[in-house]
Structures are given as structure tokens and as C-alpha cells.
């Protein structure tokens, strides 16, 4: 169901950039991390330009294993924590293992 209803948003948007906030996926994640990792991906197959903001529990992702959240994590263009009233972004990069140790 909700892989239609993102299709039909991106179709209806005739390309014009979008702004969405996904609150489905919080309530997704909560019961199947796997489920919601599957919508990231059909939107990420269907993309429409503008901005989509994914919320998620921390709770929600402490759950998942690691490889999980750094999928998640790669699969979006910016992350963003909050933390009380301040906001903190999240860069996460592919390191070398060779090149942490010559460095």
C-alpha cells in the first residue's frame, strides 16, 4: 500500500520538486525496520525532486543492526539528529582501513 501511494505522490508531482514529510515510515520502522529500509528503497527507485523528510526513532534504529543503519544512512543525501531544541548533522564516509593507520 504504501509503495502506491508514493508512486502515485511522484507521478502526481509532475516532476515539480516536491516537499513531503514521510510520517508513515516512522510507524513502519517501529514494527519492521526491514519493511521501512523496503520503502526507502522504492523511493529511492522512484525519486522526485524536491525534498522528502524520513523521520525515525533513535529507539527505532538502536534496534536494527549496524549494517542496517549505515544502509539507511548512505541511502540518504543528508542526516540529521535532534537533540532537544538543537539539530546536529551526521556525516557518515567509507574509510580506508590502510589509510587510518598511515595517516
Same mark, same amino acid.
Not at 502506491?4 to 520502522?29: G, H, M, W, Y
Not at 525534498?51 to 544502509?71: G, H, Q, R, V, W
Given at each position: ?9 511522484? +507521478?502526481?508531482?509532475?516532476? /515539480? ?5 514521510? $510520517?508513515?515510515?516512522? *510507524? ?12 526507502? +528503497?522504492?523511493? *529511492?527507485?522512484? /525519486?522526485?525532486?524536491?525534498? #522528502? ?6 529507539? *527505532?534504529? =538502536?534496534?536494527? *543492526? ?8 548512505? #541511502?540518504?543525501? /543528508? =542526516? ?19 589509510? =587510518? $593507520?598511515?595517516?
Amino acid at each position: 500500500y504504501c509503495n502506491k501511494v508514493i508512486q502515485n505522490i511522484v +507521478k502526481s508531482s509532475e516532476k /515539480r520538486p516536491l516537499c513531503c514529510v514521510d $510520517f508513515v515510515i516512522t *510507524d513502519v520502522a517501529e514494527n519492521s525496520f526491514s519493511h521501512a529500509m523496503e520503502l526507502e +528503497k522504492t523511493y *529511492d527507485n522512484t /525519486r522526485a525532486p524536491g525534498l #522528502m523528510f524520513c523521520p525515525y526513532k533513535a529507539n *527505532d534504529l =538502536i534496534k536494527s *543492526d549496524i549494517t542496517n543503519m549505515i544502509e539507511l544512512f548512505l #541511502m540518504h543525501d /543528508r =542526516i540529521f539528529v535532534l537533540k532537544n531544541d538543537e539539530i546536529y548533522k551526521l556525516h557518515i564516509t567509507k574509510e580506508s582501513i590502510h589509510k =587510518i $593507520f598511515l595517516n
